[in-house]
């Protein structure tokens, strides 16, 4: 049955020193909740994706973005009318327990959790990677061990620390991120007109300024260009995981304030939004690179095409000093954006082990609140323990094959439970072809799967058997 609108008590779960059993309290408003779906939808992937999608659909990949979220859309709508019904923590785990059983429940949660680990673990060492472009002397040997544990280790006090510092620190990074991204794409769409720009006086008149303009916008003329696919379902492919990730936000509902009201929200809005920032930067993209198929990093070759584009206005040392500070900024952006979308992750993920552990499915160790911070402690630990021990190893990388294959599969479970759950309750969120919307979903969902390679499908039922295994051992050891 739907979980009922109030926190989780933890009065099953024994305290251990230092640590009581006490229900997480409900802090996160609708930002909050915002902020973890952008974060977990904007990683590191927009910095290196527009040249892929030129590579596969030329001229046409920035039509793709809308394509590709009226794609997601209906999988998203899902999981909107899913939050809508529960008010505590655990996302999908939740939502595939109350419709299928406790034991589909645990397999959902244990396969999220995997995957979301791995992702950890590959931005962690994403992030090292970009802070080593500012110090070289970080990138190999004890000196890039350290900083993977700085990072993991600050990423993990700072969510045992509180649920407003990690949202105080989540706010800025966003900020930050999405300050560079809207600059990196408002500086490469205005080279157009730059030349009418700097020609205006102040006397001019409106007309000429218009036709000056209107002649520079010929250039625009490959953005409006027909369709040049190489290969279409390739690139939809290659795109539509740009706009996967949301389902973070609702791992920990039952910390939130209005779920039920605000998830929904939060989810649209954020979609409609990273729709937009992710063709305005494809666009500059477009604009700056006529060879962008061929780049192995779009945004920082087309931060460096500026330089093309000042040099008849301003001095070749003005261009150089600029196209340089703007090389900076765009990597703190780099920065900016991964330590978002890993702090987002750190401070979801730790809490579906703890709704696991206080439904029993898990030991109760994992329930175990900090008493004065008020957070799940134990779990945070445990999982930023384990995202060190992938990072630091560099053997993780196999399992990302399964990642995809995991995403697809756990997303058409969610799906699959919505006309379940609707049979048991009305919806409060009421959604435009509500009748339809979860078949359309399960479609999406089986397209992403046959996609996959045979090695993930041998992969992810490996990792679905050991899930098994871990189900019946963690259920002896709640009985015991």
């Known amino acids: 049955m739907p ?6 008590p933890l009065s099953s779960s024994p305290a251990s020193p230092g640590f009581a059993a006490a229900a997480l309290p409900r802090q996160l408003g609708f930002w909050s909740l915002w902020l973890l779906v952008i974060n977990g939808l904007i990683g590191a992937g927009i910095f290196g994706l527009p040249a892929g999608a030129a590579r596969l ?53 244990w396969l999220y959790y995997l995957a979301r680990l791995v992702s950890v673990a590959a931005n962690t060492v994403l992030l090292v990677d970009s802070v080593s472009y500012f110090l070289p002397a970080l990138q190999t040997g004890p000196l890039r061990l350290l900083l ?43 080279v157009l007109l730059w030349p009418s720009l700097l020609m205006l006086p102040v006397t001019n008149t409106v007309i000429p300024t218009l036709n000056t303009t209107l002649n520079s916008a010929v250039q625009w003329q490959p953005l409006l260009s027909y369709p040049d696919i190489v290969d279409g379902p390739a690139a939809l492919l290659l795109l539509v995981y740009a706009f996967v990730g949301f389902e973070s936000a609702l791992i920990p509902a039952g910390e939130a304030k209005n779920p039920q009201r605000d998830l929904p929200r939060a989810l649209i809005s954020a979609l409609l939004l990273v729709t937009l920032l992710y063709m305005a930067v494809q666009a500059a993209c477009l604009v700056l690179l006529p060879d962008l198929a061929h780049s192995k990093t779009p945004l920082l070759d087309a931060t460096a095409q500026l330089a093309t584009h000042l040099t008849p206005h301003i001095s070749t ?9 703007a090389t900076s ?47 799940p402690a134990h779990a945070i630990w445990f999982f930023g323990l384990l995202a060190l021990l992938l990072a630091s ?32 309750q009305q919806s409060p969120l009421q959604l ?42 963690a259920k002896g050891a709640s009985k015991r």
């Open 317 to 325: 040392e003005a261009a150089a000093a600029l196209v340089s500070i």
């Open 3 to 8: 979980i009922p609108d109030q926190p989780h």
């Open 393 to 424: 190893l560099g053997s993780f990388l196999y399992l990302a094959a399964a990642t995809v294959l995991i995403r697809a599969l756990l997303y058409g479970l969610c799906c699959a439970a919505l006309p379940v759950l609707r049979r048991q």
């Open 57 to 109: 659909a030329g001229d046409f990949s920035l039509w793709l973005y809308p394509l590709c979220a009226l794609l997601i859309l209906p999988v998203l709508l899902c999981f909107a009318e899913l939050s809508s019904r529960f008010a505590g923590s655990g996302g999908p785990a939740v939502y595939v327990s109350a419709a299928f059983g406790p034991a589909a429940g645990f397999q959902a949660g």
């Open 329 to 375: 900024l765009l990597m703190l952006g780099i920065i900016a954006s991964v330590a978002a979308n890993l702090l987002g992750a750190m401070f979801s993920t730790p809490r579906l082990s703890h709704a696991l552990a206080e439904q029993g499915q898990l030991p109760a160790w994992f329930a175990a609140v900090h008493p004065r911070f008020l957070t």
């Open 148 to 190: 993977l544990v700085v990072v993991l280790g600050a990423m993990t006090l700072l969510n045992v620390w509180g649920v407003r510092q990690t949202m105080r620190w989540l706010g800025a990074l966003t900020v930050a991120k999405l300050a560079v991204l809207a600059g990196f794409a408002l500086a490469g769409c205005s």
């Open 432 to 473: 435009p072809l509500a009748t339809i919307l979860p078949w359309l979903a399960c479609i999406v969902c089986l397209w992403l799967a046959s996609q996959v390679s045979s090695t993930s499908v041998w992969l992810t039922a490996a990792l679905i058997a050991l899930g098994l295994v871990l189900s019946l051992l």
